[in-house]
């Protein structure tokens, strides 16, 4: 009993060592997106995503990054990767839809906006619920 007790408790320390290591990936990340530092901003938002790929946010930072340095087809994979993983993020349909436009794929640009549109107004109507 003592040694299941030991690897949980060893278990949900080394979770929250994890989850602490991605916040601060994540901090320092906006920090040097803030910065300007673009190229410095993916690495780190690079190693939060291999740290857990499945977290939406990773994807969508990253891509700003990228778009912020005119990388438009990374930015566009990793947009598209938040929204595969949280098909209803507001956001990434939004940064998404501003590259379609930079790309003059506006068809595909007013898409995406009217979808940032639609999940922005679901999250606002749950406040009222």
Same mark, same amino acid.
């Given at each position: 009993m003592k040694k299941i007790l030991f690897l =949980? =408790?060893?278990?949900?320390i080394s979770l929250l060592t994890l989850a602490q290591k991605a916040d601060n990936l994540l901090e320092?990340?906006?920090?040097?997106i803030t910065q300007e530092k673009y190229k410095e901003a993916i690495k780190i938002f690079t190693? &939060?995503?291999e740290n857990d790929?499945?977290? &939406?946010v990773y994807f969508l930072k990253?891509?700003?990054?990228y &778009?912020?340095?005119e990388q438009f087809q990374q930015a566009y994979e990793d947009f598209t990767k938040a929204i595969k993983l949280n098909n209803n993020y507001a956001e990434a349909y939004k940064l998404r839809a501003m590259v379609f436009a930079t790309s003059d794929m506006y068809q595909d640009?007013?898409?995406?906006?009217?979808?940032a549109i639609k999940y922005a107004f679901d999250d606002s109507l749950r406040l009222f619920s």
């Amino acid at each position: 009993m003592k040694k299941i007790l030991f690897l =949980t =408790t060893g278990l949900m320390i080394s979770l929250l060592t994890l989850a602490q290591k991605a916040d601060n990936l994540l901090e320092n990340g906006n920090a040097l997106i803030t910065q300007e530092k673009y190229k410095e901003a993916i690495k780190i938002f690079t190693q &939060a995503i291999e740290n857990d790929d499945r977290q &939406a946010v990773y994807f969508l930072k990253r891509g700003i990054a990228y &778009a912020k340095n005119e990388q438009f087809q990374q930015a566009y994979e990793d947009f598209t990767k938040a929204i595969k993983l949280n098909n209803n993020y507001a956001e990434a349909y939004k940064l998404r839809a501003m590259v379609f436009a930079t790309s003059d794929m506006y068809q595909d640009a007013i898409n995406d906006l009217d979808m940032a549109i639609k999940y922005a107004f679901d999250d606002s109507l749950r406040l009222f619920s």
